[in-house]
């Protein structure tokens, strides 16, 4: 979709592009970010214009810091229908979730500080695949600076606390602040409105672990009590498997997307792979997704599923639902 842009936002623009130093570079782009309209067209430009304001914070950071830097910059390709980052302090079970939760095999120990790099799986729920990738540890003495970055990229966080541990609730309170440090806010549901770009809010489960240690229970009323009703907490023990079930599926809702399946005229739908677009997407959406050709040259869609009837014509803006079948034509 074409976006107006007003000229003070063009003037902008040369400003950035004439900059010379990061600093002068993210005055000129928050001049940007302010003069951009906030609409659906302009949505995408907003996102880039985000990503680039905070990318250019966190650099500016970490080169003022006395803090060396994370030696080289570990991107992960992302797959499947989104990605997830397990977070958390040191031994809270995050290695083990990601053993039984995909089929990843990073080590597991007893002792701290084992997982030191980036480590992916993919979790089959129902016919999705969810990108997960356990994080090093956090604590207030430690923090990998690509942390931050993999935040940026994620669709969600889960949080692992240790609940076989005294220091469990305490620990994860450290981890959200050592995040928040670093404009990475958690939060049970995303804001409204994008105040400050240089801030990213990310939509975020507790995975409260070791439910089967003694004292457990206990911890986590303590648990509780430090966050109110600020997140969703979710009991599970990577040792017995309890609750394992109820993490998949709430790893999956964080992602906020819905199952679209495809189909070709005159031919049964493809009910193996089914496309994913964020929740309130429509049949233009959708074809983007199959193939940007396509979405160019639309015409017509038929819809099975939230259409009034089966195989329905609907227009481009038709909003689809879970598990909805489209012929795109
Ligand atoms: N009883 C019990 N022990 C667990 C559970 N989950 C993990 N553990 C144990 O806790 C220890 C740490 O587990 P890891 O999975 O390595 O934890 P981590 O968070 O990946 O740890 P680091 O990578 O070192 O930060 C191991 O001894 C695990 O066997 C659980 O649900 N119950
Ligand atoms: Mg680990």
Known sequence: MAVNLPPQYHDAEAEYKKAQTPEAKLVA????????PKHKASEKVQSQLKTKIS???????????????????IKIPRQGAGQIVLVGSPNSGRSSLLRKLTKATPEVALYPFTTREPVPGMMDFEDVRVQLIELPP??????????????????????????GD????????????????????LVDQLPEVDEDPSVYHIKTVVVANKMDVEGAKERLEIFKEMMGNRFRIIE???ETGQGLDQLKAELYRLLGVIRIYSKLPGKPADMTAPFTIP??????????????????????????????FDGMSVTKDHVLQ???IVELS
Not at 29 to 36: D, Q
């Open 29 to 36: 782009l928050r001049k940007m970010w302010v003069i951009l």
């Open 55 to 73: 990318e250019l914070t966190d650099e500016i950071e970490v080169a003022q810091s006395t803090v060396k830097k994370s030696p080289t910059s």
């Open 138 to 163: 956090i604590t207030a003495d430690f923090y990998e600076n690509y942390v931050t970055d993999f935040t940026r990229g994620a669709d969600g966080v889960a949080l692992v606390v240790d609940m």
């Open 166 to 185: 005294d220091d469990g609730p305490f620990a994860a309170e450290v981890v959200i602040d050592q995040l928040k440090k670093r404009r990475r806010i």
């Open 236 to 238: 599970v023990s990577a």
């Open 279 to 308: 929740i309130g997407g429509t049949v233009l959406d959708f074809a983007e997704k199959v193939h940007s050709e396509l979405a160019e040259n639309l015409k017509s869609a038929k819809v099975w599923g939230s259409a009034r």
């Open 322 to 324: 879970d598990k909805d």
